[in-house]
């Protein structure tokens, strides 16, 4: 290997804990006799496949098809549809990281279904243990299944993980003997390499380059001048040598929030409350996250797949000051989207985009600016009072917000989920809908859940 090369890491272990059928699994926590059956999981508006039970998987059903293409294949096989409950998932997944961190000081969540776990000092010596605990505690908290890949670097990681849910077997670790590691990697094609897209595993097999063998093998100053550094990274991070930092400088700067409409809006007034809710959700995780901003960007646009001429427009505003106040925001908004409506067509999508993105302390601020430093001031703490109202409700409840949301569950542009699963995890109610007996019933009188492994 090259001598200008840095040299492969012989200290520290990257874990990546991943959720094995995610969405799914979510699903049968709360109905266990769902348990292995085939089950699929809709994206919005109930368009196509986004997750599938291991069962649903043997069916041949791939993701991302549509879900008209398949009715007969669901009702053939008794598949079980729903249309996908974020929420549910996303409450799933604060259990899981909450289990993770429990165990590990350095945990980086990477996306909803997956963590990075840094293993140093004691916790790299005892990973052969901890890792089958891990999956076992996880299993115990949270109900879901995941599965773990062990390496020197995360690259590799994500690879050990690929082989661990194909071989089902928990934990695989790629922290091996070179030799070891070149001949799993030649079994491995390309495209399945964490970052290398679509359209570069295309190109690669142009210079002879079809496994993360032969990837790992390149020469990686070459591979640099032809494609990007950041294939170069992943070349080295195949050989061992640690490149890619998700945690660092991983500051956001946009945050968004769009939505493909249920049905298809014409009228401005039902816009206004669609982008309204929409720049509601986004400046509550901006808050969420302790950022403020300075600019929105309104996009409004009509369905690639319509009969009618495609049509998109987009506005940006930018604030006066830097803040995370939903007030100010939502009147940018509503100016951009006067700008940009037109009447007549069906439009099928919003969106809104907060960008120039900062933490608190990174903003300046005029001391001449009294006047508009007190006005800040009370909108924040009127933001902190709405936020703090908020949390003490169930998701899912009526919440605080402004009247410009609008209140009308039927309004065209919100999302259809005609197979939603009920939000058992935050009603008690929903959670007497469950037929039949078993320790959910016992749950149900006690008003406290089993732990899952009872279930
Ligand atoms: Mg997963």
Redesign the pocket.
């Known amino acids: 290997m090259d001598s200008k090369l840095p040299s492969p890491s012989s200290k520290g272990l990257w874990a990546i804990v991943?959720?094995?059928?995610?969405f799914a699994s979510c699903e049968t926590l709360f109905r266990p006799d769902l348990r292995g059956k085939p089950l699929v999981v809709l994206s919005s508006n109930d368009g196509c496949v986004i997750a599938r039970s291991a069962e649903a998987k043997s069916l041949g059903i791939r993701m991302g098809v549509p879900a008209f293409q398949l009715k007969a294949l669901f009702e053939a096989n008794h598949v079980e549809v729903f249309s996908s409950n974020f929420r549910l998932y996303s409450e799933v997944s604060r259990r899981v990281m909450e289990v993770l961190a429990h165990f590990c000081p350095r945990v980086e969540q990477y996306?909803i279904?997956?963590a990075f776990l840094y293993l140093d000092g004691v916790l790299e010596a005892c990973s052969a243990e901890l890792c089958p605990y891990l999956i076992d505690r996880v299993l115990h908290y949270a109900g879901v299944p995941v599965?773990i890949g062990l390496a020197r670097t995360r690259t590799l990681a994500k690879l050990a993980s690929h082989i661990a849910k194909k071989r089902r077997c928990g934990t695989f670790s790629l922290a091996l003997d070179e030799k070891r590691t070149v001949e799993l990697l030649s079994g491995i094609r390309v495209e399945e390499i964490w970052g290398i897209g679509r359209r570069l595993a295309k190109r690669l097999p142009m210079q002879g380059i079809e496994t993360a063998a032969q990837l790992r093998a390149a020469d990686p100053f070459r591979m640099q001048k032809l494609y990007s550094v950041h294939l170069f990274n992943t070349i080295l991070e195949l050989r061992g040598v640690p490149m890619i930092d998700v945690g660092a400088g991983s500051q956001r700067r946009t945050l968004a929030a769009s939505r493909s409409f249920g049905n298809r809006v014409t009228d401005l007034a039902d816009l206004r409350e669609a982008v309204a809710t929409f720049t509601g959700q986004a400046l509550r995780r901006l808050r969420s996250e302790g950022l403020v901003a300075r600019c929105i960007e309104v996009r409004i646009r009509t369905s690639y797949f319509g009969r009618v001429e495609f049509f998109e427009r987009k506005s940006e505003e930018y604030l006066e000051r830097y803040s995370a106040d939903t007030i100010a925001f939502t009147q940018a908004a509503m100016r951009c989207l006067e700008r940009i409506y037109e009447p007549g067509h069906p439009y099928a999508k919003a969106g809104v985009l907060i960008t120039d993105v900062k933490s608190p302390d990174q903003v300046q601020r005029s001391l001449l600016d009294m006047e508009g430093n007190r006005e800040e001031e009370r909108r924040t703490r009127l933001m902190a009072v709405m936020d703090s109202i908020n949390a003490r409700c169930a998701p899912g409840d009526a919440r605080l917000r402004l009247a410009s949301e609008g209140c009308n569950k039927n309004a065209p542009w919100r999302t259809l989920k005609t197979r939603k699963s009920p939000d058992r995890e935050f009603h008690w109610e929903a959670i007497a809908e469950e037929p039949g007996d078993g320790p959910l019933k016992a749950a149900r009188a006690r008003k406290s859940f089993p732990p899952p492994n009872e279930m």
């Open positions: 991943d959720c094995n059928n995610f996306s279904d997956e599965s």
